[in-house]
């Protein structure tokens, strides 16, 4: 690449609790880099500055916010991708690195893959280096005291938006559902855990690794409740009757130790 | 829980890097706890350990070896856990802190939930805290360069053994497919990949994260190898036609920026 620019740093930071930035990430917000990071307006603040914020990392002198408004329009969108993208590449022309700070892991329904993918449309020569992290759906696990997946387990994670019904089917096929973003339908899941009796067996939790982390394990609570944008529910599908599997591969997950 | 006795820590170490381990797991590490690593055997190194060891941090005094055998076994496996329980449960009866050190994330295919089963079954009173960690393949999709999931995607993340046929059936459902431990069925994966013309969609990696790492965009070219354990495949699937989704959590999805 070129040695005359700054790279950019796609920096994963957390799903919220400082201390799950990893010793690389930490490492790079002390480089002295350039911070970005994402806002939804001009007036509000950033949620994974907040995250670093609450770390006593103080903020550098260069940082730079860079607007996503929330919306639907896709012509406005790519608009403020554009925009954002032109900030970076100013920037890494001054041979500066940059850093752009997303919350959870930069790979996993980050912003940072259409910025990247905008900066490399206008400039295939600017570097671009992804820093992986914590998701979301890991904190969650954790903090809930409940696996993701063990040994040959089949795990799904799904923004709740495509209904209950892919849920139906999913029972099948899955050990582990993650549902992410599950306010809009939560009392028809609800229901539908109910049904499967697995609401023992799953639990939720709300804005995991912050100072208002919520976690729920009596789910019937919830029923009628609003909850917020960064929510989510693990179920563990223990009723799963499992078809049959490959004994090489088997063998191998056992040797996982 | 009990202060006359130590806790329990199940603490992620990360995919490979030891730019992966977290703050609080690095905190942890160097807090004079007692450290306990899986082994395969009694000669046998411990993979986590060694991730720890290319951090250069030293093994405290007080470490001990658990062996967890490679064996199908149940009864065998049974009785490891049991004689790796006791040895945690006669450290933390000496009011010593206990760090069980898993590498990757400790609630994704780790024996850190069944060692802590069996601790609780023996001692409920021993308080069992999980540090939430890096997975192997968010390293996986930094390194390679790609996207686990972006916006409405629905992530599926299996072990190769159930086969190619759910691979198929997933295919209709799932944005992203994370195939672990490919080994075994490589070569029918590679035509299945082909024949939905998803070869250039997806890439591979062994040993992520490690000094040994590997990857691989042109996927054709594994054919007819034999690739180690360590080893994974991310299938991007672009050409899914979605079923409709349900229009507030949308909304919702754009506002995460």
């Known amino acids: 690449m070129n040695p005359m620019k700054g790279k950019l740093y796609g920096v994963s930071i957390g799903p919220g609790d400082p201390g799950m930035i990893t010793r690389r990430a930490w490492e790079l917000l002390q480089s002295g880099a350039h911070w970005t990071y994402p806002v939804k307006s001009e007036k509000s603040d950033s949620f994974v500055l907040d995250i670093v914020r609450r770390s006593e990392l103080p903020l550098p002198e260069n940082h730079t916010a860079l607007i996503f408004p929330m919306t639907h329009d896709k012509e406005k969108l790519a608009r403020y991708w554009l925009r954002a993208a032109e900030a970076v590449i100013e920037i890494?022309?001054?041979?500066?690195?940059?850093l752009f700070l997303v919350e959870g892991d930069a790979s996993s329904y980050s912003t940072f893959g259409h910025l990247a993918r905008t900066i490399t449309a206008l400039d295939s020569e600017i570097e671009i280096v992804t820093i992986?992290?914590?998701?979301?759906?890991?904190?969650?696990?954790?903090?809930?005291?409940m696996s993701l997946a063990e040994t040959d387990d089949a795990l799904a994670i799904i923004p709740a938006s495509y209904g209950v019904k892919m849920f139906d089917r999913l029972l099948t096929e899955f050990d582990t559902l993650?549902?992410?973003?599950?306010?809009?339908?939560?009392d028809q899941l609800l229901d539908l855990l109910e049904e499967h009796k697995l609401l023992a067996e799953s639990a939720f939790i709300e804005r995991a690794g912050t100072p208002e982390e919520r976690t729920?394990?009596?789910?019937?609570?919830?029923?009628?409740?609003?909850v917020g944008y960064l929510s989510l529910l693990i179920v563990r599908n223990h009723h799963r009757v499992r078809g049959p599997r490959i004994r090489g591969c088997r063998k191998a997950t056992i040797q996982h130790s």
Do not use: M, Y
């Not at 992986?132 to 005291?145: D, E, P, Q, T, W």
């Not at 729920?216 to 609003?226: C, N, S, T, Y």
């Open 178 to 186: 993650v549902l992410l973003k599950v306010n809009p339908i939560l």
């Open 132 to 145: 992986a992290g914590v998701s979301s759906f890991n904190l969650a696990a954790a903090n809930l005291k």
């Open 216 to 226: 729920v394990h009596d789910l019937a609570r919830l029923r009628g409740e609003k």
């Open 92 to 98: 890494v022309q001054q041979r500066e690195d940059v």
